[in-house]
């Protein structure tokens, strides 16, 4: 029984991916193995969204194979996902042990690809072509063995792809056009999971405020795959009672009993219609925590990004969604030195940062990316500038972060118990309904729990519950 070890870089969809990728194998009777070192399989899940994650992944790749050719001649390597599938070819013209060259609309097919190369059917595969019906592949799920971890919650990707076409982006090309699956479908894959133990859910897409807006190109399957074939229909969903696609589905999984929270990830502030807003004040099981990628303060930074919003229109999002929903946690991702990015400009996104007050945000500084059109915009800031920018930045956020993690100190909130904590084996781990970590004195039975814990304490982005004062 081959054995086959998955690195993942880069944001939750691949953690998913990489997830359905295992399973599937698992399932043709491959055994995941604990490291690079003694697997039979070696496969990266790569990310494109900067230059640093690509290099990560093509120096790892390249230590691999090194150690590996002293010691493992017949291991097998393979690049998986978004880098896979913007340079294809290229990476075995640079890395040419590599066998295997898998895009993000492929990953199903990883199963039949790595039999075929250890089974000397094949020398090398690199397949990197569109599938039609490919978002609905992503299906499997790990709830046993290596990722036992993970049964309390789960990741569901809902569609795949982007049509936003931010300038600075990579992942409209990598990932493909907008392609939804249908909420039957959907909601099919959450009962299986909230039946198997599952009391959270993420739904994942690169935009999933844009979930069935669009039809696919050709709604069809190939049959080949022994899969459903896809109706005309499917793909997407019309307005109903003024409510968005998105909004139908949140509900549609709101009704699975026994599901407990139900989270999101990531939106689009422009999806962010008063329909959008009204189901957070209605739906109880959708958590109070909203990831609102902002990216810039500056109107003249977010019309050169083709963002689709204004400062003024995102601070609205933002006071709607604290009437509609009173501590709920909001996040945010912005970038930090985008070509023309004036001293007054990064200083509007400081101001924005202040008055918004995130509980956490995530900076990246910016990257030019191959065939964007920000990578030809006049005026790239130089690399001090930028590391300037995001060291003022980062300070601002972790105070401001630290301010809003400390006002938990002393108040009783609820956590789902998800396992050990990363940190401290010794210790347990949930999250609040807001999304911060919880680190408390329990044990492995309070896995799965929903429990009100004190909080006594606060570290970096991680709140401290006492032990003494969780209710049993
Ligand atoms: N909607 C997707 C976006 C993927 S990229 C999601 O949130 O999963 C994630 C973040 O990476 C973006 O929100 C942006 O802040 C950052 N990013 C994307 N392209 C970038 C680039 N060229 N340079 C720096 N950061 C970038
Ligand atoms: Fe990228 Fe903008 Fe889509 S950040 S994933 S093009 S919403």
Do not use: W
């Not at 790749?61 to 340079?87: E, Y």
């Not at 046993?144 to 931010?166: E, H, L, P, R, W």
Request: aromatic share 6%.
């Amino acid at each position: 029984m081959p054995s086959v070890y998955i690195k993942t870089y880069g944001c939750q969809m691949n953690e998913r991916d990489s997830e359905a990728v295992a399973a599937q194998l698992v399932a043709k009777g491959y055994s995941l193995a604990a490291s690079e070192h003694v697997a039979d399989v070696v496969l990266l899940n790569t990310c494109s969204v900067r230059d640093n994650a690509e290099q990560t992944a093509l120096n790892k790749m390249t230590n691999v194979i090194s150690d590996a050719r002293k010691q493992r001649p017949n291991q097998i390597f393979g690049f998986l996902g978004c880098m896979a599938q913007s340079r294809g070819k290229e990476l075995i013209d640079r890395l040419p042990d590599v066998d295997l060259v898998l895009g993000t609309q492929k990953f199903h097919r990883a199963a039949e690809y790595l039999n075929d190369l250890l089974g000397g059917k094949r020398n090398k595969v690199v397949d990197t072509e569109a599938e039609q019906g490919s978002e609905g592949t992503i299906k499997e799920h790990l709830l046993n063995g290596a990722a036992k971890d993970k049964a309390v919650t789960a990741f569901v990707s809902i569609m795949q792809g982007c049509n936003q076409y931010c300038t600075f982006c990579i992942v409209p090309y990598t990932r493909g056009e907008e392609r939804s699956r249908t909420i039957p479908d959907i909601v099919a894959e959450c009962r299986q999971l909230v039946a198997q133990g599952v009391k959270e859910i993420t739904l994942l897409g690169q935009i999933v405020t844009s979930y069935g807006r669009r039809r696919p190109v050709t709604p069809s399957l190939s049959p080949s795959d022994g899969e459903r074939v896809a109706k005309p229909s499917e793909g997407i969903v019309p307005l109903k009672d003024g409510k968005s696609a998105f909004v139908q589905l949140i509900e549609a999984v709101h009704e699975i009993e026994g599901l407990e929270r139900i989270r999101f990830t990531s939106p689009h502030p422009k999806g962010y219609g008063d329909d959008l807003v009204a189901a957070y004040a209605r739906l109880p099981k959708l958590v109070e925590s909203a990831h609102l990628p902002v990216q810039s303060g500056s109107d003249r930074v977010l019309k050169l990004m083709h963002r689709g919003y204004t400062r003024a229109r995102y601070l609205e999002i933002i006071r709607k969604l604290r009437a509609a929903r009173p501590g709920i946690g909001i996040t945010s991702d912005i970038i930090v030195g985008f070509p023309g990015e004036t001293e007054a400009d990064f200083e509007e996104t400081l101001s924005l940062c202040r008055e918004v007050e995130f509980d956490n945000a995530y900076l990246f500084k910016y990257s030019q990316r191959k065939d964007t059109p920000a990578a030809s915009m006049p005026d790239q800031l130089p690399e001090p500038l930028i590391e300037e920018r995001h060291a003022r930045l980062l300070e601002l956020i972790n105070t401001i972060g630290k301010r809003r993690y400390e006002a938990f100190i002393g108040r009783q909130t609820q956590i789902l118990v998800e396992g050990p904590s990363r940190r401290n084996e010794a210790r347990m781990a949930g999250r609040t309904r807001c999304n911060k970590i919880v680190v408390f004195g329990g044990s492995a039975r309070h896995r799965g729990e929903l429990l009100d814990v004190k909080i006594t304490r606060v570290g970096s982005f991680t709140l401290y519950g006492d032990p003494a004062i969780v209710n049993l």
